[in-house]
């Protein structure tokens, strides 16, 4: 709910005329409401599924499961018809109109990424790809960060970098420098305990510059967990 609230106060007060990215009808508000509604029992990345692009590239090591929602005027709409739903209010056509309507002045994309540090938007580099256009968001925003202590998979030249990073212990004895050094080279592969941060951002858009019957690549790039694309068709999306 919370994130619900924040991404539609953020997209008020950021959004700026462009051109319609779905056609906006009583009949589709209609259906996104009565889909909320079939939800109510469901938590909401349920609902948010048709929604949900997983990354293509897999080849970020810090990764848990790396995935964008795109928040459509359909989406935003049925999610709140299903929050109204479970609290027993009223769900207004009026109101889910002037709720889509927000929505068709800006592509707003939430992501969730994972990577060794807290990484601020301004240490990422967004875009979206479509065709011979690079789309830079015109703002982003860090909403929520948390980090965790897992078991992380390196190559000896990929620790390198992690200074006072300690390998994970076991009731092994302790093998010597040498020993280390040996196994290492033999399997060239090493694991290591360590914070990696979980972190939630929302990205908008200008819709006006997107050709929405093309398809799309967007990337999330940063120093230290690399390159990373979601790849998805707004035309195949409500």
């Known amino acids: 709910m919370k994130t619900f609230i924040t991404v539609c106060c953020l997209l008020l007060t950021f959004c700026h005329s462009a051109f319609a990215m779905i056609g906006i009808s009583d009949q589709m508000i209609g259906g996104a409401q009565e889909y909320g509604r079939s939800k109510i029992a469901s938590p909401v990345n349920e609902l948010q599924k048709p929604w949900t692009v997983y990354e293509a590239l897999k080849e970020n090591i810090y990764a848990d499961t790396e995935r964008v929602i795109i928040y459509t005027p359909y989406l935003i709409v049925a999610m709140d018809a299903q929050n109204k739903a479970k609290a027993f209010e009223e769900i207004k056509l009026e109101d889910s109109r002037n709720l889509a309507s927000g929505y ?3 592509l707003v994309i939430g992501a969730i990424i994972d990577a060794p540090e807290k990484i601020t938007p301004d240490n990422l580099q967004v875009a979206i790809l479509q065709g011979d256009k690079n789309l830079l968001p015109y703002y982003s925003e860090l909403v929520t960060s948390s980090s965790t202590e897992k ?3 390196k190559t000896a030249a990929q620790d390198t970098s992690n200074n006072g990073v300690k390998p994970v212990e076991d009731k092994m004895p302790v093998p010597s420098d040498k020993e280390k050094t040996e ?3 033999l399997t060239d592969k ?3 305990k360590m914070p990696v941060w979980n972190m939630q951002y929302y990205f908008y858009f ?7 019957t093309l398809p799309m690549i967007l990337k999330i790039d940063d120093r230290l967990a690399g390159e990373r694309e979601f790849r998805f068709h707004l035309g195949n999306m409500n």
């Open 104 to 106: 068709e002045q800006a």
């Open 151 to 153: 078991v992380i998979e």
């Open 183 to 185: 196994q290492a080279a």
């Open 190 to 192: 090493i694991n290591i």
């Open 206 to 212: 200008d819709v006006s510059q997107i050709n929405t």
